[in-house]
């Protein structure tokens, strides 16, 4: 599973009342529909991460911070080290749950 940075983008929810997706807005005029695979802890701070629907098997992650109950921030994760964490703690969550989803 690759992921990448997502840098330079803004994002905005889907108008279809769907809270499991958003529209990721680039520098460039590019638009991506993501879907949220979730929002997770580590170290103290929260990271979303995103599923782009364009083919790729790319996961975007992002800096997290809730607003109120209905908006968040996402935030650039600058620091390449912070992202390598946060990639490998991605990756450890999601190995956990597909594990206990084969213990089923």
Known sequence: M?????????????DNDDDNFL?????????????????????????IALLPNDGSEDIYL????????DEFEMLDIEDDAEFE???AEFDRI?????????EE
């Open 2 to 14: 690759s992921e990448n940075k997502g840098r330079d983008a803004n994002a905005r929810p889907e």
């Open 23 to 47: 529209t990721l807005e680039f520098e460039d005029g590019k638009e991506i529909e993501c879907e949220i695979m979730g929002v997770f802890g580590m170290e103290g701070k929260e990271y």
């Open 62 to 69: 992002y800096g997290y911070r809730e607003i109120n109950e």
């Open 85 to 87: 964490k946060v990639a």
């Open 94 to 102: 999601v190995s956990e749950d597909v594990v206990d989803l084969e």
